[in-house]
């Protein structure tokens, strides 16, 4: 009696358990950047880190990694977050061995995704998850600013209108530093600002004041000639005509999409001026980050390969408020790292949800 019952258990188990699940199963409903992927390698790799050979092919000197990278042709890769930000925090994420890796677009992220997996020199590896800017409604009354009037923010201004001291960052898809109502607020980087005049630029067209721009970071917090902040897209296809998606990043965080001017506005817009709105804190310091582009289909969004950096990057150099506007219903344990990151470095974060009238998890909310 005893065998055949145990033969039952086993029929139930084999009928019932699900297939073997493969590493992107998780993913297959997520948007993310074809030819993209953000992987961790393990400790075991020592001090190898990955280089673009001459077949213009990348190589680690690991022969079961370099198989994969042939087959697949990844022909670049760079660090996801510079060791100079790393470096900064107090509480340090292990981000030492993560890069963001390009390969060829034909290939299946997610099936590349398993591949590198299965291997043991692989501590963690995901796709380049988009998320998206929600969007700012556009009634014809918006810019009476209702939302101060029902936190009651006016009856907080009576006793301050904040601080110069406190620094918000904003996460997301590029800031017009040359708006009249967001200039007096920029955070200029102290480390860059090597004649310490805090002059925001000198000409309207490029952010920065000629005099420090010496392409040296002379801050060693990972980026040279950052003086308002960093913009960290990099090698994004499908961008808008005109829209900055290199393969490089650079100092200039203006962004097509007007979404991360209107956000920088609501939180540090200069008040009592005359003009525009009045930011949340009228003598704030906001400083100014491009992780998010404008695609072709007029929408906003912010890759994880910028925005995972672009969290730590605000830690690192003093911002207390972090601003996520925007989301998705996929899960990223790198995100979350860097977040919990930020959090244990001092900053107080704030993201999005709710503005799809969908009650479904959005991350990182």
């Known amino acids: 009696m ?60 690991v022969a079961s990694l370099d198989e994969i990278f042939k087959e697949f042709e990844v022909t670049n890769t760079w660090r996801l977050v510079h060791d100079g930000t790393l470096n900064r925090l107090k509480v340090q994420p292990d981000f030492y061995r993560t890069y963001v890796m390009v390969f060829r677009a034909e290939y299946p992220a997610l099936d590349v995704l398993d591949r590198f997996a299965s291997n043991s020199f692989v501590r963690n590896v995901e796709p380049d998850l988009l998320y998206h800017t929600f969007r700012n409604p556009n009634d014809q009354y918006w810019s009476l600013q209702w939302d101060k009037r029902i936190v009651g923010a006016d009856y907080v201004w009576d006793i301050s209108t904040g601080s110069s001291n406190i620094i918000c960052a904003g996460i997301d898809v590029g800031v017009d530093w040359n708006h009249p109502d967001l200039v007096s607020s920029l955070w200029i980087n102290p480390g860059e600002d090597l004649n310490n005049n805090h002059l925001v630029w000198d000409y309207s067209d490029y952010p920065g004041d000629t005099e420090d721009m010496d392409a040296i970071d002379n801050d060693s917090n990972g980026y040279a000639d950052d003086f308002l902040g960093w913009d960290f897209i990099r090698n994004i296809p499908d961008c808008v005509d ?124």
């Not at 073997?20 to 297959?28: E, N, P, R, S, Y």
């Not at 605000?314 to 919990?340: T, V």
């Open 242 to 365: 005109g829209e900055d998606c290199d393969n490089r990043t650079d100092n200039n965080m203006f962004g097509m999409n007007s979404h991360g001017t209107h956000v920088g506005g609501i939180m540090a817009a200069t008040g009592n001026n005359g003009i525009g709105v009045a930011g949340m804190s009228w003598v704030g310091t906001l400083m100014a980050l491009r992780a998010g582009f404008q695609s072709e289909d007029g929408q906003g969004y912010l890759p994880q390969s910028a925005t995972t950096p672009a969290i730590l990057y605000a830690a690192a150099n003093g911002a207390k408020i972090l601003n996520m506007s925007y989301g998705g219903p996929s899960s990223s344990s790198d995100a979350q790292i860097a977040i919990n990151a930020a959090w244990d470095n001092g900053a107080i974060l704030f993201a999005a949800s709710g503005n799809d009238g969908s009650t479904e998890l959005q991350y990182p909310a």
């Open 2 to 61: 005893t065998r055949y019952l145990f033969a039952l258990i086993a029929l139930i188990v084999s009928v019932s358990a699900p297939a073997f699940a493969k590493a992107g199963d998780q993913w297959t409903d997520s948007e993310f950047i074809a030819g993209h992927l953000i992987i961790t390698l393990d400790e075991n790799v020592g001090t190898r880190v990955p280089v673009v050979g001459k077949d213009g092919i990348v190589e680690i000197g």
